[in-house]
Each structure stands twice: as structure tokens, then as C-alpha cells.
């Protein structure tokens, strides 16, 4: 039987699982595989730190150079993740002609391009199941089960942090502060959470999907992304009243030539399948033109889902190099480049939540539904609220709530109705909108 040694760069919570779940399961991989994994080398500037691995001999080292020129080193690991040292060191892999398993999903979302071609060029497998879903096999789903599929949409809760805030919000009617704290203190948010909140890790795993799904990678930049630090408990009880959850949701879409990505939060239905996905749990959903909507659900972030999914990497790689052959040096399709193209922010089609702070006194409604209808905005149903459920501004007197679901409408054409009702002098501050599906 072959051995296939494998090098692991960062020895922090994602790295540390990937060499445990190698050293225990070496055996019964080598039975299912019919490949020797051998754990050969592990780089990191911190290699006295117990991390509960019973490590051999001669393996731990902080050169992280000397794993990546190791002849008996076929397969490098980046754990270390950012866009610093971590492109450095895989690029210096790849040109060193050495497959790479990653789970690195900024680094793939800011500079893929760059890294797939140096793969492609150097003829060496590129994996990184786990940088979308942790645990969940969704970028495999994408690119081998569903690879006979005409993907029409992925809608996916992808961030763990957020979804156990939004949990939390709901169930205890606690303000998002107090539960962000609460995720800290727990481990599901980092010190600095911006990265979670605000949207941008989903947004980057929104990046990786869209270019497996359609053959072509936007940029950071040209992703649609809104967080949910600025979202009010209120809008998660009147979404709730309506028989809508609220999930920060990733958008992958494609209408015609033009693909719709973005990161919103977004009003789900109770009875909808994602409505149920809650805590730090991840999900997604697919729907593909042969085989219409499938789930994948499960843990998406962690040490063990995560080294579960870099481990089935390994593997796969391992089974190739076996065979001498290479499955994925591209990395991902770029068959569409040129051809399909990002649609534009007001382009986007969909229904919508949206909270006013209405003036009480005869006409005030009317007001609003005259402009909205004026910009092609129809209310599919509507509700006045009791002014002391409302926080902030809704203290003053002669002002109450008003909830409206709307048909579905183009976002230009509500931000246009919306900017002109505030002008209008019959709310009292800026209006809210949340997308709904």
C-alpha cells in the first residue's frame, strides 16, 4: 500500500483536529481509501503549548519552509488562516508542486484567482471543502453531486455566530448586545466580531460559492453585505408576529446572464426548512434544475466538523496521488468569465419588511400607500402596532408603529418610495427594510 505524507501548517484549535483525527483514524482511512495518510511534519511558532495530542517524535517544528520542502511530504495543510503569511506559505506550496488542503475562505474569497492559477499551473490538487460549512460537504455537493445541475439558487445560513445571536433574540426577546456578549464569553464570537456581524465571512463563503456555482469569482466588493449589528430586537418580534424568522442569509442566484450575490438579514417563513436552523448551526440549500432543493446541515465551525472536512480532503488527494493522477488543480471553473455578469444592487427583486414610525392622525397611512403605489410598490398585508412595543424614537407621543409586508418590488424602487416618504414629514425617523423570501 502507497504512503501519502502529509505536513500541517498551524497547530492552533483547526490545525490540532486535523492531526488527531489523522493520527486516530489512520487505520480504518487506510481500509476505506486504500492509502497510507502518514502525519509526517506540523509547523507552528508555538510547539510547547499541550494541545492534548500525543504527538510523535521529530514531527513538531516552527519551519514552517522546512515542511513544505520535505520530500516525504506530498500534501501541505494551511490551518493558520488570514491573507498574511498563510497565501505566502500555500503559493510557496504549490510552486514546490505539492497539493493543498485549506479551510482558508478569506484567503480563497480575496485572492482565489491568484491561487487556483498557481495550482493549474503547477499541476497539483487545490482542496478546501472546509472553508464554506465547516462540517457541512456543501462545496463538494456543488462541484462533483450537483456538477450535471443547472444551479438556479443557494440560500445559505452560514455563520454560526450569527445564528446563535438570532436565536437567542428570538427566543429571549435579548437585545443583541447582551447576547453578542454572552457568544463571547461562549467562544462563538471572536474579541473583535466584526468579521461575523457585520457579514463579511458570509459574504466570503458567498465569493466561493458563486464562482463554483457559475464559472466565475466577483470580489469582495461587489458582494451585497449587511450584517445584523445594527438590527433591532423589535423587527425580530414583528417579524415573528407575521410568521417570519430572521436569519442572516447568503444569496447565490442566477436569472438569465446575470447572478445576484449577496448577505442580507432576511425574514423566513416558519414553515420554511431554514427557519428551523437555529444556534450555531450552518445550512444550505440548493436547488438545481434536475435536482430541484436539497439541505445540507450540520456544525459550521468547530474543531472536529472542521477537521472533518479538511481530513476527507486529505483523503481524497491522497486516493489521486495514489493513482498518480490530479482531480482539482484549477480549483474552481472559470468557463463563464465575460459571460455572465453581477446584477446590480437596485436590480434585485424581492419581497419586503418594513417598519415606519407613522404620524397618528387621519391620512397618514394613505400618504404612505399613495407613494409607495406612485413607485411601483404594493402592501400585501399590514399591521399598526401598539407605540409602547416599539423602542427608540417611538417614545413620542402621536406617533405609532407600522409593519408592511410587500409584494415583491425592485429595491430601487422601494428606496426611492422610502426616501420620499421620509421627506414627507408623516414619519418620525428613518424607515427600516429587511428583505423576505
Known amino acids: 500500500m502507497k504512503t501519502i505524507g502529509v505536513g500541517i501548517l498551524g497547530f492552533g484549535t483547526v490545525g490540532a483536529g486535523v492531526a488527531d483525527g ?8 487506510a481500509k476505506r481509501l486504500g492509502v497510507d495518510i502518514a502525519l509526517k511534519r506540523i509547523a507552528d511558532l508555538d510547539i510547547t503549548t499541550d494541545r ?71 499541476g497539483v490538487d487545490l482542496y478546501f471543502g472546509a472553508s464554506v460549512g465547516g462540517g457541512i460537504p456543501i462545496i463538494r455537493v456543488v462541484r462533483e453531486a450537483l456538477a450535471s445541475n443547472d444551479i438556479e439558487s443557494i440560500h445559505g445560513i452560514l455563520n454560526g455566530t450569527c445564528n446563535y445571536i438570532l436565536t437567542r433574540m428570538e427566543r429571549e426577546g435579548a437585545p443583541f448586545d447582551a447576547v453578542l456578549k454572552d457568544a ?58 407575521f410568521g417570519y424568522r430572521i436569519k442572516l442569509l447568503a444569496v447565490v442566484a442566477k436569472d438569465g ?18 427557519a428551523s436552523v437555529n444556534d450555531a448551526f450552518n445550512a444550505a440549500m440548493v436547488k438545481g434544475d434536475m435536482s430541484d432543493y436539497t439541505m445540507y446541515y450540520g456544525r459550521g465551525a468547530g474543531r472536529a466538523p472542521t477537521a472533518s472536512t479538511v481530513v476527507g480532503d486529505i483523503g481524497d488527494i491522497a486516493r489521486n496521488l495514489a493513482h498518480g493522477e490530479t482531480r482539482y488543480a484549477r480549483g474552481v471553473p472559470n468557463y ?56 427608540g424614537s ?44
Not at 415583491?408 to 426616501?419: F, I, M, Q, V
Open 184 to 241: 463571547q464569553r461562549l467562544g462563538y464570537a471572536e474579541a473583535n466580531p466584526s468579521l461575523d456581524i457585520d457579514g463579511f465571512d458570509t459574504a466570503h463563503k458567498a465569493c466561493i460559492l458563486t464562482a463554483l456555482a457559475y464559472g466565475f469569482q466577483p470580489t469582495l466588493e461587489q458582494v451585497q453585505v449587511e450584517g445584523i449589528r445594527n438590527l433591532d430586537g423589535i423587527d425580530v418580534k414583528y417579524a415573528a408576529d
Open 22 to 29: 489523522l493520527l486516530k483514524h489512520r487505520d480504518v482511512m
Open 394 to 437: 417611538a417614545a413620542e407621543t402621536g406617533y405609532a408603529p407600522v409593519v408592511a409586508l410587500t409584494h415583491e418590488a425592485k429595491a430601487r424602487d422601494l428606496e426611492a418610495a422610502l426616501a420620499e416618504i421620509k421627506a414627507s414629514g408623516v414619519v418620525a425617523e428613518d424607515p427600516v427594510k429587511l428583505r423576505v423570501i
Open 257 to 274: 446572464d446575470e447572478v445576484e450575490v449577496g448577505v442580507h438579514p432576511t425574514l423566513i417563513p416558519f414553515s420554511h426548512m431554514l
Open 336 to 391: 463563464a468569465e465575460g459571460q455572465l455578469k453581477l446584477r446590480a444592487a437596485g436590480d434585485i427583486v424581492s419581497k419586503f419588511y418594513v417598519r415606519l414610525l407613522v404620524a397618528d392622525k387621519p391620512g397618514a397611512f394613505g400618504t404612505i400607500a399613495s407613494i409607495l403605489g406612485k413607485h411601483g410598490v404594493s402592501i400585501s398585508a399590514a399591521t399598526q402596532k401598539d407605540p409602547a412595543s416599539a423602542s
Open 52 to 122: 492534548g495530542i500525543a504527538v510523535p517524535d521529530g514531527v513538531l517544528t516552527t519551519d514552517a519552509a522546512a515542511v513544505i520542502a520535505d520530500p516525504d511530504v506530498q500534501i501541505v495543510v494551511e490551518t493558520i488562516g488570514g491573507t498574511g503569511i498563510a497565501k505566502k506559505l500555500v503559493l510557496d506550496a504549490l510552486h514546490a508542486k505539492k497539493c493543498v488542503v485549506t479551510a482558508n475562505k478569506k484567503l480563497l474569497a480575496e485572492y482565489g484567482k491568484e491561487i487556483f492559477d498557481t495550482a493549474s499551473a503547477n
